[in-house]
């Protein structure tokens, strides 16, 4: 437990400086109440008054020290011992991480540089894996985020195209940085899971590189090294242009590298939870059979093993401690009062000790509801991965049939739409026992309302203005579910009068067509009445001629 002892702020411990003043105000005091008691009482009551005063105020003292250390212990972010919580995963995002420094412009891959191979076996990768997201990140004296995350492949297409030494101007190789940069390209509270691949040779100029791996490991984010070149010795000209010097792939060290890191990653936070015995930093050669493949498995069977646990996954966190030093602040802080203001003596002990218990009942509240307050100051904070952690975390160690259950859905419910996932958060509103006994009216309102406000999302206002009829139902003091009611109504008959002019539109378009062609037949029919006529009377005129 103590490996994974850490403090967040450290400095906070400055604030026990001011023991100094305090201290030397009280015995200030202290020393003037003694000479004003002996002037008034007199010498032989002074001494009883005076132990009396003196064993108060050291007690009342040495508590409210306690309580103000307990309280910066608390503000300090102390920190020790892991837990395992559930993440929902959605997604994968995968990192490329490309070496692009001088001796990766070696000719050691059958007439290939070192560079152009990374291009055409990263190119072959990306054309195999659909629906996930990807961001890039260019090694070489430093690291540099050249894409962030999207699922444009043809930015990352457009990026292989144009990979050369001359794109990062700092001279050498830092893989520890590029694998630092990396990092920062991940959206550590996002619902996708996280693979770091690594295009390299191994060569480096700072040794960063196995810290930055620990890192990433503390995170749980697996990181593959994909190895180029061949392990004898190739000559280049270096960055100056004329400098001839060597250049092989480091092989054995990125092994002893991943070995390495992923220990030392498993003894501080540690990442078994997800990878259990294996290491989450690996090796590969690009030119070994099925390495290609073993990088395109962690993707699928990461995708297989969440659809088969609904999206579920567990991290390993460090446990923070400042709730445990906030209580003991305010239980040092109540005993202060106690023993600076209360004779203590044997009729009063048991009330002491009632006030005691008291203060540690106060203090204290389940565990779930704990848990629950917790996910919802993250929501609020707008970090939704942890707290869907903390929901999700909620909902697993509560019975169904309590009103925390009911909370803790409700709470996963609101993260995912909040994450824009708005199936999996209809599915969580539906699992919500409505009209039960563990479920309040504001409550039941409440996810009505969340549930219209998802089907107004997706422009179905006709069952929007259902649920936001049942949350006013349900609770007739929800003033935002009667204003999208509303809305809602507004808007289907907008939605509704649209529809009724595109109809309108079509049949005034056919009536046009219609009257046009009756037009075009009452001309054809006059013109046969013209010609009929010219026809009687020219047979008129031959019948008198021949008679």
């Given at each position: 437990m103590l490996s994974n002892l850490s403090i967040q702020r450290p400095e906070a411990f400055l604030l026990l400086l001011a023991f100094l003043p305090v201290v030397g105000y009280v015995i200030h005091r202290f020393r003037k109440l003694s000479f004003t008691l002996g002037g008034f009482y007199g010498d032989e009551k002074k001494s009883k008054i005076y132990r009396q005063i003196k064993r108060r105020i050291f007690l009342r003292t040495v508590f409210r020290c306690f309580a103000w250390l307990f309280a910066v212990c608390a503000f300090a972010g102390f920190s020790w011992g892991t837990r395992n919580v559930p993440v929902q995963k959605s997604g994968t995002t995968v990192c490329l991480v490309f070496d692009i420094s001088y001796s990766m412009t070696a000719r050691d891959c059958d007439g290939l540089t070192r560079l152009e191979a990374s291009k055409i076996y990263a190119q072959n990768l990306i054309s195999r894996m659909e629906g996930n997201s990807f961001s890039a990140v260019l090694a070489k004296g430093d690291g540099f985020v050249a894409i962030p995350e999207t699922e444009d492949k043809g930015a990352i297409y457009s990026l292989l195209e144009n990979l050369s030494p001359t794109m990062i101007s700092t001279a050498g190789s830092s893989l520890g940085k590029g694998l630092q940069s990396a990092l920062h390209s991940l959206s550590l509270n996002s619902a996708n899971t996280s693979y770091?691949?690594?295009?390299?040779?191994?060569?480096?100029?700072?040794?960063?590189?196995?810290?930055?791996?620990?890192?990433?490991?503390?995170?749980?984010?697996?990181?593959?090294?994909?190895?180029?070149?061949?392990?004898?010795?190739?000559?280049i000209i270096a960055g100056d242009g004329h400098t001839p010097v060597k250049t092989s792939l480091k092989a054995k060290k990125l092994k002893e590298l991943s070995e390495n890191a992923s220990k030392k990653?498993?003894?501080?936070?540690?990442?078994?939870?997800?990878?259990?015995?294996?290491?989450?930093?690996?090796?590969?050669?690009?030119?070994?059979?099925?390495?290609?493949?073993?990088l395109?498995?962690?993707?699928?069977?990461?995708?297989?093993?969440?659809e088969n646990s609904l999206g579920m996954n567990y991290e390993v966190i460090p446990v923070k401690r400042h709730g445990l030093f906030l209580m003991l602040a305010m239980l040092c802080f109540i005993i202060s009062f106690i023993a600076g203001e209360v004779k203590i003596n044997?009729?009063?002990?048991?009330?002491?000790?009632?006030?005691?218990?008291?203060?540690?009942?106060?203090?204290?509240c389940h565990q779930e509801q704990k848990t629950v307050l917790k996910g919802s100051w993250n929501w609020y904070q707008g970090n939704y991965r942890t707290a869907t952690a903390e929901f999700l975390n909620a909902s697993y160690n509560s019975e169904e049939e309590t009103m925390s259950h009911q909370y803790a859905l409700f709470g996963l419910a609101s993260t995912y739409i909040s994450m824009e996932q708005y199936d999996a958060a209809m599915?969580?509103?539906?699992?919500?026992?409505?009209?039960?006994?563990?479920?309040?009216?504001?409550?039941?309102?409440?996810?009505?309302?969340?549930?219209?406000?998802?089907c107004q999302r997706k422009n179905d206002f006709s069952e929007a203005a259902e649920y936001f009829k049942k949350a006013i139902l349900s609770?007739?003091?929800?003033?935002?579910?009667?204003?999208?009611?509303?809305?809602?109504?507004r808007q289907n008959q907008e939605k509704n009068a649209a529809q009724a002019e595109t109809e309108m539109q079509k049949v005034s378009e056919g009536s046009d067509n219609s009257s046009m062609q009756n037009q075009i037949f009452n001309l054809i029919r006059e013109q046969d009445n013209k010609q009929w006529k010219k026809m009687q009377s020219n047979q008129k005129e031959s019948n008198v001629l021949d008679y």
């Amino acid at each position: 437990m103590l490996s994974n002892l850490s403090i967040q702020r450290p400095e906070a411990f400055l604030l026990l400086l001011a023991f100094l003043p305090v201290v030397g105000y009280v015995i200030h005091r202290f020393r003037k109440l003694s000479f004003t008691l002996g002037g008034f009482y007199g010498d032989e009551k002074k001494s009883k008054i005076y132990r009396q005063i003196k064993r108060r105020i050291f007690l009342r003292t040495v508590f409210r020290c306690f309580a103000w250390l307990f309280a910066v212990c608390a503000f300090a972010g102390f920190s020790w011992g892991t837990r395992n919580v559930p993440v929902q995963k959605s997604g994968t995002t995968v990192c490329l991480v490309f070496d692009i420094s001088y001796s990766m412009t070696a000719r050691d891959c059958d007439g290939l540089t070192r560079l152009e191979a990374s291009k055409i076996y990263a190119q072959n990768l990306i054309s195999r894996m659909e629906g996930n997201s990807f961001s890039a990140v260019l090694a070489k004296g430093d690291g540099f985020v050249a894409i962030p995350e999207t699922e444009d492949k043809g930015a990352i297409y457009s990026l292989l195209e144009n990979l050369s030494p001359t794109m990062i101007s700092t001279a050498g190789s830092s893989l520890g940085k590029g694998l630092q940069s990396a990092l920062h390209s991940l959206s550590l509270n996002s619902a996708n899971t996280s693979y770091m691949w690594i295009f390299t040779d191994g060569e480096e100029t700072d040794n960063l590189l196995e810290s930055a791996l620990v890192e990433a490991g503390k995170y749980g984010i697996p990181v593959t090294f994909v190895g180029f070149g061949k392990e004898t010795e190739t000559e280049i000209i270096a960055g100056d242009g004329h400098t001839p010097v060597k250049t092989s792939l480091k092989a054995k060290k990125l092994k002893e590298l991943s070995e390495n890191a992923s220990k030392k990653a498993s003894l501080s936070f540690s990442s078994g939870a997800r990878f259990g015995k294996k290491n989450f930093a690996v090796y590969l050669d690009s030119t070994s059979a099925g390495s290609a493949v073993s990088l395109l498995n962690q993707v699928k069977i990461e995708s297989q093993e969440s659809e088969n646990s609904l999206g579920m996954n567990y991290e390993v966190i460090p446990v923070k401690r400042h709730g445990l030093f906030l209580m003991l602040a305010m239980l040092c802080f109540i005993i202060s009062f106690i023993a600076g203001e209360v004779k203590i003596n044997s009729s009063k002990k048991n009330a002491v000790l009632a006030s005691i218990v008291f203060a540690g009942l106060f203090t204290s509240c389940h565990q779930e509801q704990k848990t629950v307050l917790k996910g919802s100051w993250n929501w609020y904070q707008g970090n939704y991965r942890t707290a869907t952690a903390e929901f999700l975390n909620a909902s697993y160690n509560s019975e169904e049939e309590t009103m925390s259950h009911q909370y803790a859905l409700f709470g996963l419910a609101s993260t995912y739409i909040s994450m824009e996932q708005y199936d999996a958060a209809m599915d969580r509103l539906g699992q919500i026992r409505t009209g039960s006994a563990w479920v309040t009216p504001e409550l039941e309102s409440a996810v009505f309302y969340n549930a219209g406000i998802i089907c107004q999302r997706k422009n179905d206002f006709s069952e929007a203005a259902e649920y936001f009829k049942k949350a006013i139902l349900s609770d007739s003091r929800n003033t935002n579910a009667k204003i999208n009611l509303e809305l809602c109504q507004r808007q289907n008959q907008e939605k509704n009068a649209a529809q009724a002019e595109t109809e309108m539109q079509k049949v005034s378009e056919g009536s046009d067509n219609s009257s046009m062609q009756n037009q075009i037949f009452n001309l054809i029919r006059e013109q046969d009445n013209k010609q009929w006529k010219k026809m009687q009377s020219n047979q008129k005129e031959s019948n008198v001629l021949d008679y």
